[in-house]
């Protein structure tokens, strides 16, 4: 730990103490002398130096305390003089960084977002945001929500500067984006994920939707619900999309707010079947959008009288919405509505950048991952082992669409998502992955399974541009081969996908870019038959007043897609976070295979998660990889040898 803090170019001198904040636990204290420059703040340095010892040390190699001097204390034969190096700061947690209280007003604020963001009341400032539940798509969140309150920051300082200490030092120095707040019109081009969608020629285009269908705690006001309604298409572009087919191809034509067939209210407080007839509502609002002539989205509002809760149904096409946006839609349904009820002025957070200009601008960033082509061309390339089909010849259409859900306890996917990733340095979505290719190599025999990886596609890859509050279709969608290594064993499965998944430039934003936006030819070379969504925690990011007044509701909200519509996949598999409990649903084609054969497939992959959450897995450094040590340029097995040695110390100190 020394030697590596030493190279720091702030530091003079440095002297590591172990302490004992509690019983039988130990911690490390790194006391630092600055080099003699007026520049360097001793207030910030700190944190300058867990960021760079970050690069190189596991956590749990990580000190506890930074403490200050001016001079280190020396013994008369010129030694580092330990008795007399002041205490550091006393901890009484059992991460000694999980208590550190925030110093500013700015770190006030920041954990006040992540504790509503995360869902967690114990958090320190040096906690790292990915490794006590956080994601990407919660991280959009958090970035959100620290703009509405005045601090503005991006998606890269958030990857950049995971903890609320290292967070607070770049937001004094972030720059506002400038977007445009009126509403936005005119016509745009298609984002590749849109183009992917027209290239598909679906029996019916029309209806290809997203949806939510909600229980209303307290019913709601006709009125008041019309003229929120109205707000939202006007403040959020994409909700009054058109779509074009011209000589140059499709595009996008954004109108000035219609408010005609946005809400529809239904009376059903005489009828007695209401979950037949809340479905046969629904299947008809569902097949009612047009991308042509719109709309592409309609409210309806459920009267089932005094003595019933009401049910609100949202409709949108898949191509003007996706997951991050209806966490947005939510948040300002709720604020809307509540201020017009109240009589007060309308008022929302400012729009960030629209989803026409990020259409626009991701033309110009097709140059720039010009120089991810060669990794993309290997990727489309990539051969794996085919799945088993319990029928070859039937049609793998929506109609014959079937699925099975699988979930873990809630104590699981507690561990799953505070102590794992802590633990293995793993992403949420690493895990998962890790535990799908074990589950498909158990099935099909193969060591190597070409999946198609959806990721939410709001990556930060322009400096002046913030889609944190923007509506819209933003997924990207790329080929990933995952590959175990040849004893398939949970811990090398899970060091095999993270380095994967870190190989990924930008999280996969250059692969549709390349192939719909600048001609490049990448077409895979056997088709993709898995497709793997995490869609995050979606009981998180709520506030209180939402949760409590908005729940999801038991009745169907109608087909989604036209059951004519081709699937996208054999095997598509969606993840979610409702209630602190992991499921994933299992879509298959009954055509193609057997109910009980993918039930043996999914109830694989829960049995593959909880061989990750196992004590050997969740072991201290079992499952780190040369990308936890960027700085260290260590090949894996050099890296076992270290962390071996580590273990080995660590052991017999514990014994002594």
């Not at 992403?427 to 498909?440: R, V």
């Not at 999946?451 to 913030?466: M, N, V």
């Not at 509050?469 to 811990?491: C, E, I, K, Q």
């Not at 993270?498 to 490049?520: F, T």
Request: net charge negative; charged share 25%; with cysteine.
């Amino acid at each position: 730990v020394a030697a590596v803090l030493s190279t720091h170019p702030q530091v003079r001198e440095l002297a590591i103490l172990v302490y004992e904040p509690a019983a039988e636990r130990r911690q490390l204290a790194a006391y630092v002398v600055p080099v003699p420059d007026a520049s360097v703040n001793a207030a910030e340095l700190p944190d300058a130096l867990r960021r760079y010892a970050r690069e190189t040390l596991p956590d749990y190699m990580m000190p506890a305390a930074f403490v200050i001097l001016d001079t280190l204390p020396l013994t008369p034969n010129g030694k580092v003089d330990r008795k007399a190096l002041p205490a550091p700061y006393q901890v009484n947690d059992e991460r000694a960084d999980a208590i550190a209280l925030p110093q500013s007003p700015t770190e006030e604020t920041l954990i006040t977002i992540w504790r509503q963001t995360l869902g967690i009341e114990q958090i320190g400032i040096h906690d790292n945001f990915f490794e006590i539940g956080g994601d990407s798509i919660l991280s959009i969140q958090v970035i959100s929500r620290a703009n509405q309150a005045g601090l503005q920051i991006s998606p890269r300082d958030l990857f950049q500067s995971p903890t609320i200490a290292e967070l607070a030092t770049v937001v004094r120095t972030a720059k506002p984006i400038d977007a445009e707040q009126g509403q936005v019109t005119g016509i745009a081009p298609l984002t590749p994920i849109q183009r992917w969608f027209f290239e598909r020629e679906f029996a019916q285009p029309n209806h290809w939707n997203q949806s939510v269908l909600m229980e209303i705690a307290t019913p709601l006001e006709r009125e008041h619900l019309a003229t929120t309604a109205i707000r939202l298409i006007e403040h959020h572009d994409a909700l009054r999309a058109r779509f074009l087919h011209i000589e140059q191809g499709w595009r996008i034509q954004y109108i000035a707010a219609d408010t005609t067939q946005l809400l529809d209210w239904i009376d059903m407080s005489q009828t007695e079947d209401v979950a037949a007839a809340i479905e046969a509502v629904a299947n008809t609002i569902q097949a009612s959008l047009n991308l042509f002539d719109g709309p592409l989205i309609r409210f309806v509002y459920f009267d089932l009288g005094p003595q019933r809760t009401h049910r609100l149904l949202i409709a949108a096409h898949h191509l003007v919405i996706d997951g991050v946006s209806w966490r947005i839609l939510f948040d300002d349904l709720q604020s809307l509505y509540q201020q017009i009820a109240q009589g007060a002025e309308i008022q929302l957070p400012p729009k960030t950048t629209s989803f026409k200009r990020w259409a626009e601008r991701l033309a110009d960033y097709a140059q720039t991952a010009a120089g991810e082509l060669d990794y993309w061309r290997e990727a489309a390339a990539a051969r794996s082992t085919r799945l088993p089909r319990d029928m070859v010849a039937g049609q793998n259409t929506v109609a014959a669409g079937r699925s099975v859900v699988v979930s873990l306890s809630e104590e699981e996917t507690e561990r799953l998502l505070r102590e794992l990733p802590r633990r293995c340095n793993a992403e949420i979505n690493e895990i998962l992955l890790a535990a799908l290719a074990l589950a498909l190599s158990r099935w099909t025999g193969g060591r190597t399974h070409l999946i198609e990886l959806e990721g939410h596609g709001r990556e930060p890859i322009f400096d002046d541009i913030d889609i944190s509050r923007t509506v819209g279709w933003f997924t990207s969608a790329y080929p990933l081969a995952l590959t175990l290594p040849p004893d398939r064993n949970p811990v090398g499965a899970l060091r095999t996908v993270k380095e994967r998944l870190r190989a990924v430039p930008q999280h996969g934003i250059g692969y549709g870019v390349l192939r719909y936006l600048s001609g490049a030819a990448l077409q895979n070379t056997q088709p993709v038959e898995v497709g793997f969504n995490y869609l995050g925690q979606l009981d998180r990011g709520f506030d209180e007043a939402t949760t409590t007044t908005f729940q999801p509701a038991d009745e169907s909200g109608g087909e989604l897609v036209d059951p004519q519509n081709e699937r996208d996949y054999l095997l598509e598999i969606n993840g979610v976070v409702m209630n602190g409990i992991l499921s994933l649903d299992w879509s298959y084609s009954s055509n193609l295979h057997r109910r009980e054969t993918i039930v043996r497939v999914a109830e694989g992959f829960i049995a593959a998660l909880r061989e990750l959450l196992a004590d050997e897995v969740r072991a201290e450094g079992s499952a780190y990889t040369p990308s936890d040590f960027k700085l260290a340029n260590l090949d894996q097995r050099k890296l076992d040898k270290v962390l071996s040695r580590v273990g080995k110390n660590k052991k017999e100190r514990s014994t002594r």
